[in-house]
């Protein structure tokens, strides 16, 4: 066979152009290979006949042909030696390699379990308020003609209303923090919160929002523009972490609530949770933040980056107007896969993974080998269709703009604003927002002036999430700070404008 492609070739060269050469090989081929497909492209830089084949001949599911050049080559050669009678006239003769089988059957397997997160997709259980005014956004002049905030509250309201704590979720979190009568699955602080717990539930009524450009009840990019009667998708303003607070704050007005004894957050939680105590001095009678920042870093602003570009890049998200029509769900995964390695931690990975493979056994691969990319695979398919694409692009653009010095002359003189107690936790395992920025926080907080700030440094495996699995370091620290009888303001120092 090789024989008489080389002559073909070899004797066509001077009177066909490349391109009929090129059909006359594949004409080749295909008679001597009836049942297989072969394909031809010129390529670049051109072999000894200014072309060459790109072959498609499956002769096994892990068997490919020689390009024409290497074809040729190897005939002349064996001629020249001699040894044409070594040349099989079979398909196997010009099978030189035993490849990969294209059909890469990646495995979904639930890997070794350990803790996790407690999310949910909720899409009952909480209460709806409606600020039926137009509601402007920070940026870019922006406006929606209402508002909608979901929330749910544990706890009872006393009489001054004044035990009222505000609980702010992170990125992706709904309001349901904690089961109850109208929705009984885990919430995502779900041992933290109750009878006795951190956030003792027969002392305070807790309040959780879903946050502002959500999509578990509050508006967001899926909800209905009243204007147009479609989704808003990516005609929904740009949104800051200031507008989610002024969204809560327009809720504890209609709750009555005119000072809050806590706001507590964690990771975007914390961020709004700062926000509130810098935009609301007179309203927040404490402040915690819990993996946070004063201000987003570039590191994480690059981990964010590319979750939203892989959204983005999907070509089911169509400029976000999938609505009713297609999902992003591949760049939805991709997403949540490159997040939850921001999430937890090496050590942690290193205890509960190692180098371990999902099945010895098994022949090796370009799918997953190890049981980290099972875990990571897993979490993307699992999240992957809980969230809105959407709302994720929104809300994690927010927390890359997040600095809280924006509309003051630094994060100093903004820090200054706050008149209430303050406790700053981190972990020193956390990837997204690394302990020194826990810290920076509580030393400008320190240096603004305020007397009673308190900041801890946790050690755990579990990174980013240790404010959602850790109860014992970041339970008994969050309860010592509400429980404990502190002054009513925290500040001992004049601020450095008076």
Known sequence: MRSQIAALCRDSYSTLTSGKLVEHVREALCKHHSRQLATAAIDTPKSKFGLRLSNKVPLSPHRRLLSTSQFLQQDTSATSQGQTNNLKEDSE?????????????????????????????????????????????????GVIPSLTVAYET????????????????????????????ENSQPGWWEKFIGPGCAVDTNKYFVICTNTLGGCYGSTGPSSINPET????????????????????????????????????????????????????????????????????????IAMRYLQRKSIMTDPMWQNGHYYGKS?????????????????????EWS???????????????????FLIESYLDYQGEMFCTMYDPNSLLYISKAMDLFDIGEDHEDITSA??????????????TDILFP???????????????????????????????????????????????????????????????Q
Request: proline residues 5%; aromatic residues 10%; glycine residues 8%.
């Open 229 to 300: 009667g479609e989704p808003y998708g990516t005609t929904f303003p740009l949104l800051s972490v200031k507008d989610m607070v002024n969204a809560q704050f327009l809720l504890l007005d209609h709750l009555g609530v005119e000072k809050v004894y806590a706001t507590i957050g964690s990771s975007l939680g914390g961020m709004c949770s700062l926000t509130s105590a810098v935009e609301y001095p007179e309203r927040v009678g404490r402040m915690l933040s819990i993996s946070s920042c004063a201000l987003s870093h570039p590191t994480s």
């Open 351 to 369: 205890q509960r993974f190692s180098r371990k493979r999902i099945d010895e056994n098994e022949k090796l691969a370009l799918c997953p080998t």
């Open 93 to 141: 003769s010009v099978a030189l390699f035993n490849g990969l089988d294209e059909q890469f059957p990646c495995l979904m397997r639930n890997p070794s379990k350990g803790p996790e997160p407690e999310y949910h997709q909720v899409v009952s259980g909480y209460k709806k308020f409606t600020y039926d005014r137009p509601f402007h956004f920070k940026y870019n002049d």
């Open 415 to 428: 820090c200054a604003k706050i008149t209430c107690p303050i406790m700053v936790l981190g972990v020193t």
């Open 435 to 497: 302990i020194w920025q826990q810290k920076q926080l509580a030393d400008v907080c320190r240096a603004a002036g305020n007397g009673k700030v308190t900041f801890y440094s946790l050690d755990s495996v579990y990174g980013h999430d240790t404010f959602l699995l850790n109860l014992n370091d970041i339970g008994s620290a969050v309860k010592g700070f509400l429980d404990t009888e502190q002054a009513h303001s925290g500040r001992v120092r004049p601020r450095k404008d």
């Open 154 to 181: 544990w706890g009872e309201l006393n009489e001054d209303k004044s035990n009222a704590i505000l609980l702010t979720a992170g990125l992706s979190a709904s309001s349901h923090a904690k089961s109850h009568s």
């Open 327 to 347: 999902y992003p769900r591949n760049g939805m995964k991709m997403a949540r896969e490159l997040a939850t390695m921001t999430y937890r931690s090496g050590p």
